[in-house]
């Protein structure tokens, strides 16, 4: 017999609400004093919102007579807001591992994409895929993310670069969306790069006025719905002129703008995304003083990726002045063949060594402020009434645990929940508890 409520987490160490105001997102003085309560509870209703968070006492008392389909008793552990992941490109075929010993060896991303690595080569690869190959491992590398604690993940097309592809692609995601629990921003990214044989301005042309009426028809009739569009601004690839072109003309189309920018070479990415009213901006290693402060007036999140500046040895991104000057920083894992990363407490852990934020910036930065990046805020990103029932249970009495051991999630996190409901549970864990 169904429970009255779906829900109940009780008798948390730590509950981390990330927010407890209704924030939107959190700059650095907000992170700085993360929400987080002491032997509290929270209750999940049947709709798979959250209903009640305080005090466990307190939550008893006010639910006393009331049935659950789960409870799980969090004596000594802590409970977080599900992780956001707020920029990858999951969806392709054809591994690149043996482009990583080439950069091993010093060869430099732009070298290896002009010998024909790189972007190319995937999409050579994902071109020649099945949809059904591409769902598969797509749907895998999903439930890898989800057992490292995301629960809402950007996925990206962009590795199709025809209208063919990138329909395929797109498809796939919808297909996700539809059938898996996990919670997807979709993004259209056909200018990932200019097509072999066609010069950007083609290129731009060819999505504006194929392209996007496509994607426009297919939401019109229901089949595709596509949240953002994205384009890969850089030298080489998209100049300014064709970065605007096409970023308004997808916004013309109702897609929120969340892109790449200043990632190579200082391109004036930030400025652009500012004037054009930009969600988002992912990279940013190479981004100008103006930018940052034109970021920062226009609210535009700046979604940093670790990984990346990691693995290609590029500058660190500005993180601290981003804070500094007040923009609202997020964090992705940018999980692609060219940067192969699931794990967002791996990311958060890499935010605090190299890029010398906190472990609280981290936190909020792959949560509440990732959530805002992908304009999901009001429903995700925190531990709060009326917002979407996405939780992480950690086998540790501080939530630090999960940033603090590298590599070591695997061990920690107990139980993943979306909408209230159990998606993956560690199988050391005993048997859940209902009534």
Known sequence: MAGEYRLLLENAQQLVLVCGRGEKYLLQAGAERLAVLRHASVVVGRDGYIKAV?????????????????????????????LVDAHTHPVWAGDRVHEF??????????????????????VEH?????????????????????????????????YGLNLETELKMLRVIERAKRSMDIGISSTYCGAHSVPKGRTATEATDDIIHNHLPKLKEL??????????????????????????????????????????GDE??????AELGAELGAQAISHLEEVSDEGITAMARAKCAAVLLPTTAYMLRLKQPQARKMLK???????????????YCSSMPIVMHLACVNMKMSMNEALAAA????AYALGKSDTHGSIENGKQGDLIIINSSRWEHLIYQFGGHE??????????KIVYKNERCGIMSSY
């Not at 010093?106 to 080569?121: L, N």
């Not at 000057?325 to 940067?339: C, K």
């Open 325 to 339: 000057e007040g923009v609202i920083v997020a964090l992705g894992s940018d999980f692609n063949p060219n940067a």
């Open 54 to 82: 305080g005090q466990a006492d307190a939550i008893r008392n006010q639910f006393s007579g009331a049935s659950f389909e789960r409870v799980i008793d969090c004596s000594g552990k802590c409970v977080l807001p599900g």
């Open 126 to 158: 994902t071109q020649k895929a099945t949809e059904e190959e591409l769902f598969s491992t797509f749907k895998h590398r999903l439930e890898r993310m989800c057992r490292a604690g995301s629960t809402l993940v950007e996925c990206k097309s962009g």
């Open 219 to 260: 939401k019109l009739s229901g089949e595709i719905h596509v949240n953002n569009i994205d384009v890969f601004c850089e030298k080489g690839v998209f100049d300014l002129d064709s970065t605007r072109r096409i970023l308004q003309a997808g916004k013309d189309t109702g897609l929120q703008i969340n892109f790449h």
């Open 367 to 370: 949560t509440i402020n990732a």
């Open 264 to 269: 190579l070479h200082p391109m004036k990415s």
């Open 101 to 122: 010993a080439m950069k091993l060896a010093g060869a430099s991303y732009m070298e290896i994409h002009q010998a024909g690595g790189g972007i190319h080569f995937t």
């Open 411 to 420: 061990a920690l996190i107990d139980y993943v929940i979306v909408k209230g």
